[in-house]
């Protein structure tokens, strides 16, 4: 079989934030880990589901991703080639070759700015197409995502959060891009619309080849869109696996607590209802050894004080455990 090639590949990358610097509203002097070596590929025309609490570094890592925040150290590799070297040109096309949809779709398109100007504004700053083909462009796209040439008039004050966020991937269509990370893309919507948007974002990957890194803490919207799914706990990725193996044959604690928390609609699907206790371990003062600890009905003596480390523990199923290790002959 011949496997397709990677299109972004993250190596190890962490992101440590100093109080003072860039941790808004510090209080404390010192040093947070907001992502701490994590490593994962995605394939073209696939999607990643990063997932966890908020806090995780869930969204630190779609920003290193997206070049809006440098990694303290580890390497991000697109196509091949590491994105830490790009300059001039390589950046320009590496920005189009990625967009993003943000959560919320009342903050994220501007309130002074005509709908058909947010769609057209990426391809205007290329400044090599006429105002003809902007214009049938801009049209092409609001069909595309279900809206009517005449929306491209109006303000987007005057629709609905489904609309906005249907302006809102427009726009990031614009430039025909490879990778679009969506970062909690439905969360600020009503149920019902959730469904329309998740389904629309699903048609277009299959029109369009699109891939998608896909930003949630809602394991339903995760479980729905994704091909692969990562979990992260303070950091790091605890577990990661295809959206099947996720649902049907979770390993980490963590990964169960979170589904026991979530009703499964399938009655051949056997999950472990563990009650989650206790708040998150502050990221200042991180726990020793697994970070889970604090909070794991599992968790033994070494859990206190060695970190496990994220290995293979079935096909393409990988989790950093010491008990999940141990009961698979790993550890
Ligand atoms: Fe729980 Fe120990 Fe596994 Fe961490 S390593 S998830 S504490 S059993």
Redesign the pocket.
Known sequence: MVMARVLIETCDIRKVFSAGGRVPFARKKGRVKAVDGVSFEIFPGKTLGLVGESGCGKTTVANMVLKLERPTSGVINYHGADISGFKGEDIRKYRHALQAVFQDPFASLNPRMRVGSIVSEPLTVQKHQSKNAIKERVDELLDIVGLRPEHARRFPHEFSGGQRQRIAIARALSTNPELIVLDEPVSALDVSIQAQILNLLIDLQQEFGLTYLLIAHDLAVVQYACDTIAVMYLGKITEMCSSADFLKRPL???THTLLGSVPVPDPAVDIKRIELEGEPPSPWNLPTG?R??PR?A???AQ?KNDE?VLQEIAPDHMAA????SRTNGLD
């Open positions: 980490h604690p963590y697994c889970f600890h794991c599992h968790a033994e859990c496990p455990c010491h008990v999940v």
